[in-house]
C-alpha cells in the first residue's frame, strides 16, 4: 500500500537495532556477536530483555528507545494470571504476508449466571475438554465469558466463584451494570479477568473498577467509532491504558458495517500509526443469538461459526462465542491455526526417505508427495499409531496427491526414480511398495518403471493401520 | 483445476444421526433440525442470597491521583477513516454472452473492476458482485454422502445435474468437469465432449465453465473442439497450464470469443509469467486467473496469501496479476474433516462438511476471489447470502447489539 508505517517491520533493520546495543560481543544473551542478536531481535525470535547488559542502569536509555522502537502497532494485553493467562493482540503487521501474525485469536466461550451450578461445571468441562490434534498441533479453546443474564449482583458473584473454583482458564467477565460488575469481580479480585464494558453511559464507574482490580477493561461503542475513539481517549487519560475495542459485531445485513469498522481499525493502527486504534479488538459472534426467533439452533450456530471464521480472518483478537458444538468449532479453530503460522514456512518438505518407528527388513513401504500437509497428515497418522514403516517422499513440485497425478507433477517416472534414490532396495527385502488410493490411475505404470509390486493403499492415509492389518504380508 | 471430493464410509451411510433427508431445505426453511443437541439437564437450584446489594459491601481504595486529574466527561476525538486510492484496477470480465452479445445465454456476468482491497466499502462499494458456479461432473464421481445427497438422482446425466444447480440451487454458472475425456479413465473423444456440452448449453440458459481432466494434450484436444463447436459463448475454460501449448490454447480460445483461465500453482511468478505468454495472444479482458485453492487445514493459508498478496499487488499496479480471481473452493472436499466420520463430538458431518466448505469459501472472499467453484448447495446458499449482505450498502441495526451480554441463549 502507499500508506506510510510508523516503526512498520520493512523499514527496521537489524543495523537500527545493532547501533542501540552495547556492541560489546559479550555472548551472555547466547548469540555469537551483537550482529546476530540484533537480526534475531529484528525477526522477533528473541527479546532484547535477553540482553543482560542493556539491563543496567546505564543503558535505560538505549533500552527504552528500543521498546519504542519495537513496540507493536497494536498493544498487547494479558488477561488471567498464571499459566493459562492469554495475550491478546500485540500485532506487528496488518497482512498475514507482511511478518508472522502474533497471539492467534482467542476464543472464549460463555457461561451465564443463571445456569445451575451443575450446568456451568459440565459446560467448562465441555470448554477445558475441547481438543483436536491437527498435524501436531492441539486446537484448544481459550476463556470462559461469564455473562449476566439475570442483572443480579449475587447471582453474578456466585457463578464467577464458580467459575474460578472449575477452572483457571482466563475470564471475561459481562456485565453493563457496575455494580454487577463489582460483585463479580469481589469474588476473583486477583484474577485479571477481562472486563466487558465500558460504554458511552457507565465509563467511569467501569474505569474506576479497571484501575482498582487492575483488569484490562474492553471499551464498548457499536457501530459508531468516533465514540469508541473518545471512549479509549478518555480511558487513557483515566489511566487504563490495557483496552481492548469493541465496534460492534453484526449478522446479516450489519456484515458490510461489522467488516468495514474491523478494517478501518486495524488500517488505522498498522498503517496510520493511530495509537487509539492500537489495542485488541474483540468479536462477537453470539450476537447471531440475540432476536433469533424461530430459527433452528443448528443454523444459528452455523451462522455464529462462519462470522467467527470472518472476523478471526478480519482481524479479530477474541472471540465470544455461545454455540460450543464440536462441528461448528471446529472450522473455526483450525482456519486460525491456518492463518497464524508462518507465512514463510515452505509449502513443500524435503523429498527423501523418512523412517518411522524401527522398521525391519519386512516392514511396510508407503510413498507420499511432498507438499507438506499431506506429507504431515500421512507422517502424524503413521506415528500415531505407532507403526514401523518407510515413507519415501516424492517430488511433486508441492502439489498433493489427486492434483499431482492430474496435473502430472506427480508420475510414475518420479516415483520409480525416487524408490532408487531412497536406498529402500538394501533395507527391506520385499519389493512391494503401498500407494496412496488416489495415486491407483498410475499404479500399472508403476510397476513397470520401478519392478516393484503396487499395493493401492487406502485413499486417505487414516485408514493405513486398518490397511496394515487386513492387507500387508511382507 | 479441482480435485475430485471423495467418499467417507460408504458402506455406513444410513448409520448415523438422524437429519432431516433434505438438510439443505431445513437450512434454507429454518426448520427445526432434529439433533442430539449438547443442552444439558437443567436441574433447579435454589440460591440463597446474602443480605444487601454487592455495591453496598464493596471496598473502596483511594487511587493515587492523575497528573492533570482523572476526567470528569468523556473527551471527544474524532475518528478518519482510513481511506486510501490505488493506482490500477482490476481489469473487468464479461462471462457469458446473450443473443444480442453473439452467443446464447440468457445473460452474461460481469467479474473484477475492483478499486480497492476486498470489501473495503468504507472506501468504494464493491463494483461486481462476486459469482458462484456449481459442480457438475460428465459422469461418476467420488463424491463425499453430504453432497451425493442432493445430487444422487442427477449423477450421471449433466444436463439435469446443470438444471438441478441452476433451478434449486441458485448457480449463477455451471461448471461441466469433462471428466471422461482422462486417458487413464474413459478416454472420451473431442466428439463426446461437445456433445455432454451441447446438452448442458440447451438445458441452462447461464454461462458455462468448461472443466478439462487435467491432462496437458488431451485436454488442449477437447478445448479446440468445444471453442470451435459454439463461438461466441464467452465460455470460461477451465485452464490454461503451464504445461500446455499455451500459444495454441490462447490463439483458439481468443479466434472464438472465449475465456482463458489461467492456472497455477501456488506461486505468483509462475502467475505472471504464464499471463504474460497469454497477453501475445488475447487481451487482459479474456484471462481470468486461478491462483490454487488448498482446503482449510491443509494449505488454505498459503492460498489465502497468496491471493491477498495478488490483489493488492494488482491494485498497486502489478498488471500482471490485475486479473480476477477463480477459486476451486470444492477442494475443500479434499480435508478428511470435510467428509470423514468422526467421534461423536465432532459429528454430524452432514453439517461439518459444508461449513468446511464455506469456511474455505469465506477466508477467500476477504482476499478478493471473484469466482467461486463450489459443490455443496447449503454452501452456495451461505456465500450468496453472505455477498448480498456485503453488497447491500444497508447499515447495521447497533440498538440491539449490547443485548448479548443478556440473552438468554
Redesign the interface.
Known sequence: ???KKKAGLKELSPIDVYKLLPKTNCKECGEDNCMAFATKIVNREINIDQCPPLLKKENEKAYNQLREMLKPAVKEVIVGVGDKATKLGGKLVM???EFTYTNPTAIAIDV?D?M????VI??IK?IENYS?E?IGYTLKLDMIAV???S?D???F??TVKKVAETTNLPMIL???NP??L??GL?AVPNARPLL?AA??EN??DM??LA??YNCPLVV?A?????T????A??MM???VTDLVLDP???T?????????NF??LR??AC??G?E?AGFPLMG?P??A????G??????IK?RE??LA??LL??YADVL?M?G?????L???T??R???Y?D?RKP?AVAPGLKVFGTPDENSPVFFTSN????YY?VASDIESNKLNAYLIVVET????I??G?????LTAERVADAIKASGIESKVKHRKIIIPG?AS??SGEIEELSGWKVQVGP??S?GIPKYLQEKWQP | ?I??P?DGDKKKEDEGLKLSSDLLE??AK????E?Q??E?D????E?I??PG???QI?PK?K?PG?A?G???A??????V??V???PNKITEVKLGATRSEGGTRGRSLIIGGETSPA????ERPTTHKPVITLDVFDMEV?LSKAVKMHVKDVVGDPAAWAKLAVDKFDADMVTIHLISIDP??KDATPKDAVKTVEKVLQAVDVPLVIGG????VKDADVFEAICEAFPGERFLISSI?R?MDVERCAKYVKKNGHIALSFT??DLNLARELNRRLYDFMGREDIVMDL?T?A???????A??NM??AR?GGL?GDVELAHPMSSGTTNAW?A??AW?K?SA?????E??GP??E??TA??LL?TGVDLFMMMHPAAVK?LK??TN??????????S??????????
Not at chain 1, 424461530?294 to 443454523?299: I, N, P, Q, S
Not at chain 1, 460450543?324 to 461448528?328: E, K, L, P, R
Not at chain 2, 429454518?30 to 433440525?33: E, G, R, T, V
Not at chain 2, 468523556?74 to 475518528?79: H, N
Open positions: 500500500m502507499s500508506e497482512y498475514r504476508h451465564t443463571e445451575t451450578e451443575q450446568e459440565n459446560r465441555r483436536f491437527y455473562r449476566s443474564t442483572g449482583a449475587e447471582k458473584k456466585a459481562c456485565a453493563l455494580n454487577v463489582e460483585a469481589m466487558y460504554n458511552a465509563w467511569k474505569a474506576e484501575l482498582m464498548s457499536p457501530n459508531d467509532l468516533t469508541l475513539f473518545s471512549l481517549k478518555t487519560a483515566y489511566g460492534g459485531t453484526f446479516n445485513e450489519g456484515l458490510p458495517d461489522t467488516i468495514n478494517t478501518m488500517r488505522a498503517k496510520g493511530e487509539l462477537v453470539m450476537v443469538w440475540v432476536d433469533r424461530e430459527t433452528a439452533e443448528d443454523l452455523w461459526s462462519y471464521s470472518m480472518v478480519r465470544v455461545h460450543a458444538d464440536g462441528w461448528s471446529l472450522p473455526t483450525v482456519l491455526q491456518n492463518i503460522t507465512p509449502v507438499f507438506a500437509l499431506t497428515t513440485e508441492g502439489s498433493a489427486d492434483s497425478v492430474a496435473g502430472r507433477k488416489k490411475r498410475i485413499r486417505d487414516s | 483445476m480435485q475430485l471423495q431445513a437450512l429454518f426448520q427445526q433440525i439433533l443437541d449438547f444439558m437443567v436441574k433447579e437450584l440460591i442470597f446474602e446489594m454487592a455495591g464493596m481504595i487511587l492523575i492533570g482523572k476526567p470528569t468523556m473527551l471527544q476525538t474524532a475518528f477513516p482510513p486510501e486510492t490505488y470489501f473495503y466499502n468504507f467420488p487413464l479413465l481432466c487435467g491432462d496437458p497450464t504445461d500453482p501456488m490454487t488448498a482449510l487445514g491443509y494449505g488454505l493459508d498459503y489465502f496469501t491477498e498478496r493488492i498497486m479434499a478428511r474433516e470423514l468422526m463430538e465432532w459429528e454430524p458431518r453439517l461439518r461449513l468446511w464455506v469456511t469465506l477466508t476477504l451461505t447470502d453472505v449482505y456485503l453488497t447491500s450498502g444497508k447499515k447495521a441495526d447497533a440491539k447489539f449490547a443485548e448479548w451480554v443478556s440473552v438468554k441463549a
